[in-house]
């Protein structure tokens, strides 16, 4: 669905080109893995949609994703996704925890793909993403046809179980990157299974955690307080 607004002026489209040679883009050049999978709202396991992953690899045990509702020129932004790996989801406090799933169950149903690579690469990308647990957040809610993104952020989490993600939306995925969920399924079926983290998941057992919007001047308080400081590393160069 096209976002209301007028067509982009020929002095936008002239701004932008010349941007696009002039500026630095170093962030968005380590962007560079994509992956497909579904997400659904933290306390609403019925409202499900496809996730378009693109991720950044930050260090050996930390991602970061931004998450699109397409893969074509005029995707929006739908969130983001943090990923971590066993050894830091650890050290994390009981209640963090509880904002996080796993991505064990995505990994080895084969309903988390990485379109396009090699399936050798596909498969070693799986064997460590198998153990790995992420923290999403959706910005813009675009399967609820919303042309602006309005509404609170949700927290998202990831399927557990066969039978939970609903069947038409792995039909029309697999049927337009013409792949097989249930062949990569038997393809990745030797692939270890993590134990899973107890306090991760936590909407299994019934504590869901969401965003809650406050007009109360203290909610925005933040134990990391203090004066606004330039980011380590950060450069000068636009």
Known sequence: MDAPGGEKTAKDKLLESGADLLQG???????????????F????????????????QLNEDLYQAIIFDGNDK???IMGVE????????????????????????EVSSGTLIAPGIPERVERELMEKLIATY?????????????SLPVGAPMIMMGFTKDGQLHPELLAQRDQ???????????????????KVDPMANAWE???VRQFVISNKADS????????????KGASARP
């Open 25 to 39: 883009k170093s962030p968005l050049k380590h962007f560079n893995v994509y992956l497909d999978g579904f997400h």
């Open 82 to 105: 943090y990923i971590v790996t066993e050894k830091l989801f650890k050290a994390l406090p009981a209640e963090e925890k509880k904002l996080w799933h796993s991505h064990h169950h």
């Open 205 to 207: 057992k019934g504590e």
């Open 220 to 231: 925005a308080q933040h134990k990391h307080q203090g004066a606004a400081q330039k980011p």
């Open 74 to 76: 005029d995707a929006k």
């Open 176 to 194: 337009r990157f013409k792949v097989s969920t249930t062949e990569i399924k038997k393809k990745r079926a030797d692939i270890p299974m993590p």
């Open 41 to 56: 709202y933290n306390g609403n396991i019925n409202a499900q949609m496809e996730a378009h992953h693109y991720v950044s």
């Open 134 to 146: 992420g923290k999403t957040i959706h910005t813009w809610h675009t399967d609820q046809e919303r």
